[in-house]
């Protein structure tokens, strides 16, 4: 009699177990289904995904920028990965850091079917003219030497940014505002802490929070980098009335920007985005005060009107990495955490997103992230590399032998778009030219 007891007991507890199961998972699904939460992340009320929910995902990005956006849109197309995005800031784009802007010819090369979907209203002023001067020279290349109607753009940072989130959140990705504080990783996944939310796992962690990475640190792929490789970069967006809407400018004079220059980008209706970028070394403290001084001291313009946007940041101007997976295959950076920027000019937008489409396309794939390392490096390793040495080199001028580089610019006519191409025929342009300018430029660049 007591064991038939005990085996009823027994089965009660099982089917109860079974209903409240059950019970519990419908309820999670109608949650699911029911809940909508508007977050102003992406510039549109976007369906935010209940991660609290689900604690188990395929992909976790951290950092909803251009690159971490690539990935989370690419990634999502395969519709059996959960793949979500974590990023620190209220808005998605806010504060933007950077110039903004990207070359036409490089863009419609390398991503033509991002550019054919880009929303023109993303772009703020089309560039047709690029000035570069030194202490004593002046040299002007303009759209009718690449045989192009122009030869860059001035994205809305800001816009462009939560277009591509967007994309990434219509395709299937989800997204959470939260800090991540900490990632544990070991041979079969990835625990990632957040501020204030539960911890979370993952099969593959995406490191594309910036410069300096805290998830390469976390994960041990990221030492101290050299502050000579790390530009500190400060902006203001400032009215000049008299500046030439269709130009950008850029100064190469060490007493406003030693190792480093000063541009101007403008946005259109008398709007420019004016700064500067030096070595860390040189201007964690004092950035500002090179760019008061170099407004101080050119009198090409008047700067009419209230600043009215500031910002600043690090560009990251180091090599690119010798790999940007760890040894255990499920954790990858990628944009400027994985230095996917050209150190010569700090620029990385368009770097950072054919990366993160490459790294993208090898999760979705399923193909172990290995494959990631060959895919970027067939696209951007040679490029990188060139222009890390370029930029050494330059570094290295005194504003005389800027001149003689600005002189010897003057008389190079380009002959394509191809970007890299061009870089080359440089070089040699160079060598014939001024030989002692830089003695060493064909074995640490041509043959680099």
């Known amino acids: 009699m007591r064991d038939n007891a005990c085996t009823l007991k027994t089965r009660f507890i099982l089917v109860l177990n ?7 998972k419908n309820l999670l699904k109608i949650v699911r289904n029911m809940i909508e939460t508007s977050w102003k992340m992406s510039g549109i009320e976007e369906k935010r995904v209940l991660d609290e929910v689900r604690c188990m995902y395929d992909v976790v990005v951290i950092g909803g920028g251009p690159a971490g956006s690539a990935v989370a849109y690419e ?4 519709k059996d990965l959960k793949v979500t995005i974590r990023e620190k800031r209220e808005v998605i784009g806010r504060p933007y850091q ?3 802007g990207l070359s036409v010819p490089l863009f419609r090369s390398e991503m033509p079917e991002l550019w054919d979907e880009m929303p023109q209203n993303l772009i703020k002023n089309r560039i047709k003219k690029v000035v570069i001067r030194s202490r004593n020279n002046e040299i002007t290349w303009g759209a009718e030497d690449l045989g192009c109607e122009e030869i860059g753009i001035i994205l809305d940072r800001t816009a ?12 299937g990705a989800g997204i959470m505002k939260c800090k991540v504080t900490g990632i544990t990783v070991d041979l079969m996944q990835v625990g990632v802490q957040m501020e204030n939310c539960q911890e979370i796992k993952t099969k593959i962690v995406i490191g594309a929070d910036g410069a300096r990475s805290k998830v390469g640190r976390w994960a041990g792929m990221v030492g101290r980098i050299p502050q000579e490789d790390l530009h500190q970069g400060y902006q203001e967006t400032i009215e000049i009335k008299e500046y030439p809407e269709d130009t950008i400018v850029m100064w190469f004079d060490t007493r406003f920007a030693p ?21 860390l070394n040189i201007g964690y403290r004092n950035v500002r005060q090179y760019l008061e001084a170099f407004k101080m001291n050119n009198k090409d313009y008047s700067y009419d009107g209230d600043i009215t946007f500031k910002t600043s940041g690090l560009l990251s101007t180091r090599p690119p990495m010798d790999s940007c997976v760890n040894k255990h295959g499920n954790v990858a950076l990628v944009g400027c955490a994985g230095a996917h920027t050209s150190a010569l000019h700090g620029g990385g937008i368009l770097h950072a997103i054919i990366a993160g489409t490459e790294l993208g396309q090898v999760i979705a794939e399923g193909k ?25 080199m330059i570094c290295g001028f005194d504003d005389s032998q800027m001149d003689r580089m600005c002189k010897v610019m003057g008389s190079f006519k380009m002959q394509s778009e191809n970007v890299d191409k061009e870089i080359l025929r440089f070089i040699k342009h160079v060598v014939r030219r001024d030989p002692r300018l830089i003695p060493e430029f064909v074995t640490k660049v041509v043959k680099g």
């Open 98 to 100: 950077c110039a903004g």
């Open 18 to 24: 079974v209903v409240l199961n059950g019970a519990l």
């Open 75 to 78: 990634a999502s197309k395969n």
């Open 368 to 392: 172990p992230l290995s494959e990631y390392d060959v895919r970027w490096k067939e696209k951007l390793w040679q490029r990188l590399v060139r222009h890390y040495k370029l930029k050494q």
């Open 160 to 171: 462009f940014d939560q277009w591509l989130c967007a994309r990434a959140i219509k395709n």
């Open 259 to 279: 190792k480093g220059y000063v541009w101007a980008f403008p946005e259109g209706s008398n709007m420019v985005r004016l700064g500067l970028g030096i070595p």
